[in-house]
């Protein structure tokens, strides 16, 4: 049975840094592509990241220079280090996984069976 828990998020002010942690058990972080995905009330969830079994890196385009996607193999945990942040990274964050080796970018929802529950960023000043 895989779980994913997610942590980290909190209460930030413009610039800060913040690390959400994403803890899996029943699948091997290492061998299976990950992904972090982010909504705000009222938007649809979009892709912020991802990462494939054998270590390939994608991120959307507008975070690539503040965001980090990583995994902790001792952990068994996906981790998402997010610096320079601002009021528009306000949002839930959520990661996913789906029984793949390779990772997604602008794959459908659906096509992901694991979901954590979720972790809070707030960004404000």
């Known amino acids: 049975q895989v779980q994913l828990v997610e942590s980290g998020g909190g209460l930030v002010q413009p610039g800060e840094s913040l690390r959400l942690s994403c803890t899996a058990s029943?699948?091997?972080?290492?061998?299976?592509?990950l992904q972090w995905f982010r909504q705000v009330p009222g938007q649809e969830r979009q892709i912020v990241a991802c990462v494939s079994g054998d270590g390939n890196a994608f991120y959307r385009p507008s975070l690539e220079d503040r965001f980090t996607i990583g995994r902790d193999e001792s952990k068994n945990t996906l981790f998402l280090q997010m610096n320079g942040l601002k009021p528009e990274d306000t949002a839930v964050y959520y990661c996913?996984?789906?029984?793949?080796?390779?990772?997604?970018?602008?794959?459908?929802?659906?096509?992901?069976?694991?979901w954590g529950n979720g972790t809070q960023v707030t960004v404000t000043s």
């Open positions: 029943g699948l091997n972080v290492m061998r299976t592509g």
């Open positions: 996913a996984a789906r029984n793949s080796f390779y990772c997604a970018m602008y794959d459908p929802l659906y096509s992901y069976p694991y």
